[in-house]
């Protein structure tokens, strides 16, 4: 731990721990397996990102959001750190040579999606990698009582045993008790090596507005032209919502651009970065936003429909005041909005 102490400093640039974090890399550095439950904006990444450092080998990171894979190498690597990721919007000459210096052993972390590990080449690479650690992102997929329920995760336990993997790291924002039971289960963890946080955050004043449908966007123009102006995400449940939502707030002044998985690659990624960029930005999104982006700074969080379950709520909030200040989180309540979930 002196050590990690002394990379926590050194090289991530923090003078100590968030809560949970020195239990969780205490379990890693002990070899233990270890599942930690922290809320979104917590230092679940620090958890494996640090012990890696430390480690003979490879540190696999699992993830479904290229996001955030992106994102992270973007940072390990302005730090230093030998870093890579291995996803479907590489080029061929790109994989190769990620798959290079994976041989090599070069690399201490190589981010991947769960997806990848139906790939036979891929797989006999590891198995001729030495693997220090899998550290699995959003591991309440591998639950059928989840909200996020993905087939893909059942089997990375047993690709974790056949790579010789020396332990194996969980982490997600959400579990409930029956969740998180599934996923010491799955992966075999310790119920002792459990480590969890709790949610709540006294930075976020949390507020919820039962409302007609025909005063929805009135209210919602009264609440961002009365606040500070600040980077705020609005979450709606439909791509056609998304795009009305952000033309309304666009054409009353205010700087608003959609959001949704059905826009173009290219198109997505350039709102993406605007908003990263942005100290006034409003981005009207569906969930298809918020997976994996770091921005510590957004000020507001507004749900203009229904989120789809408490769980994700919790997510959704969650991407705001990472960086400790005041952030206000209201959503406003439609029955209008129950229909459509249902469906």
């Known amino acids: 731990m002196e050590r990690a102490k002394k990379l926590l400093t050194e090289t991530f640039g923090f003078d100590q721990f968030l809560p949970g974090q020195a239990e969780v890399i205490e379990h890693l550095l002990a070899g233990r397996s270890a599942l930690a439950i922290f809320p979104t904006g917590g230092g ?67 981010y991947v999606a769960p997806e990848r590990f139906s790939n036979e080449r891929f797989l006999q690479a590891l198995l001729h990698t030495p693997v220090s650690m899998f550290a699995i992102d959003e591991a309440h997929c591998i639950s059928e009582w989840g909200h996020n329920f993905r087939p893909d995760y059942l089997k990375l336990a047993r690709f974790a045993r056949a790579c010789r993997a020396q332990r194996l790291f969980a982490l997600t924002a959400t579990a409930t008790p029956k969740v998180a039971a599934d996923i010491c289960a799955g992966f075999g963890i310790d119920r002792r090596c459990m480590v969890r946080t709790g949610f709540y955050r006294p930075n976020l004043t949390v507020l919820t507005t039962p409302i007609a449908p025909e005063y929805r966007d009135r209210t919602l123009l009264e ?121």
Not at 51 to 56: E, S, V
Not at 230 to 252: D, F, H, N
Not at 308 to 334: H, P
Request: charged content about 20%; some cysteine; proline content about 4%.
């Open 44 to 110: 679940k990444s620090l958890c494996y990102q640090l012990p890696a450092l430390t480690f003979d080998g490879v540190t696999i990171v699992i993830s479904p959001l290229i996001a955030l894979m992106r994102e992270q190498i973007d940072v390990l690597k302005s730090r230093g750190i030998a870093a890579a990721r291995l996803d479907s919007t590489l080029s061929a000459d790109e994989t190769r040579e990620v798959m290079s210096a994976l041989r090599s052993g070069t690399l201490r972390l190589l």
């Open 223 to 343: 609440r961002l032209k009365a606040q500070p102006a600040g980077p705020t995400i609005v979450y709606v449940t439909l791509q056609k919502t998304s795009e009305q939502v952000a033309g309304r707030l666009a054409t009353a002044g205010l700087p608003a651009r959609a959001y949704h998985a059905g826009m173009k690659d290219d198109h997505r990624a350039e709102v993406q970065d605007w908003f990263m960029g942005s100290t006034d930005g409003i981005v009207v999104a569906t969930i298809a936003f918020g997976m994996g982006i770091d921005k510590s700074d957004i000020r507001y969080v507004y749900h203009y429909n229904l989120p789809k379950s408490l769980e994700n709520f919790s997510q959704e909030i969650g991407r705001s005041g990472r960086d400790g200040g005041t952030s206000i989180c209201e959503m406003l309540v439609c029955p209008d909005d129950v229909c459509t979930l249902e469906n």
